[in-house]
């Protein structure tokens, strides 16, 4: 299987800061990479496909890069409803796989 | 809009199996594809496999002798069986509209194995 490395694992920021999420693939993954937000009491949301592609409704603030092993999301002027978990998952081979998420809280 | 939503015994008895129904509102199960995925302990995430518009079924081989997925078209349902559980499989479980990118999830509901 394709394994997938977050980092960090945990994030502390606070609102208006720009922060970023790494995502390394064990192998090439083309950019076949999406990106979720988990939000305790709700369903996980997709927020980026194909590395750098923007969901329907996703705010503009966030942002996918990367091609290959390399990704990375980045979310600018961080608002309070940014503050939850991040994970990556790759589509490119079966099974897909997911990284291990990055918890990013209010500092 | 689409919702999904996962049901079933939140404690199941090692060696037993386990089974959860998910529900589906606002889209029919006989387009797409739709499938499980759990979420352990300590956040690692795992694909379990799906079942197609059609009924056809695809399984994370880590899995594949023990999960069988199926489906009721009538109540939109689908369903998860999983057999000869042990703690490791204390997890919780998702319900998804899933085609490599996983479009919609339900909200989860976490499964405890212990006896």
């Known amino acids: 299987d394709v394994q997938m490395t977050q980092s960090p694992s945990y994030l502390a920021a606070s609102p208006g800061e720009s922060v970023s999420i790494s995502c390394k693939a064990s192998?090439?993954?083309?950019?076949?990479l999406a990106w979720y937000q988990e939000k305790p009491g709700k369903a996980n949301k997709l927020l980026i496909h194909?590395?750098?592609t923007l969901q329907s409704g996703t705010p503009s603030r966030f942002s996918g890069s990367g091609s290959g092993t390399d990704f990375t999301l980045t979310i600018r002027s961080l608002e309070s409803e940014d503050f939850a978990v991040y994970y990556c998952?790759?589509?490119?081979?079966?099974?897909?796989?997911f990284g291990a998420g990055t918890k990013l809280e209010l500092k | 809009e689409v919702q999904l939503q996962e049901s079933g015994p939140g404690l199941v008895k090692p060696s037993q199996s386990l089974s959860l129904t998910c529900s589906v509102t606002?889209?029919?199960?006989?387009?797409?594809?739709w499938g499980w995925i759990r979420k352990f302990p300590g956040n690692k995430m795992e694909w379990m496999g799906y079942?197609?518009?059609?009924?056809?079924?695809s399984y994370n081989p880590s899995l594949k002798s023990r999960i069988s997925i199926t489906r009721d078209t009538s109540k939109n349902q689908f369903f998860l069986q999983l057999n000869s559980v042990t703690t490791e499989d204390t997890a919780t479980y998702y319900c998804?509209?899933?085609?490599?990118?996983?479009?919609?999830w339900g909200q989860g509901v976490m499964v405890t194995v212990s006896s």
């Open positions: 998952q790759q589509y490119n081979e079966y099974p897909p796989t």
């Open positions: 998804a509209r899933f085609l490599g990118i996983v479009g919609y």
């Open positions: 079942i197609s518009y059609s009924g056809s079924t």
């Open positions: 192998k090439s993954i083309s950019n076949n």
């Open positions: 194909s590395g750098s």
């Open positions: 606002g889209y029919s199960i006989t387009s797409n594809y």
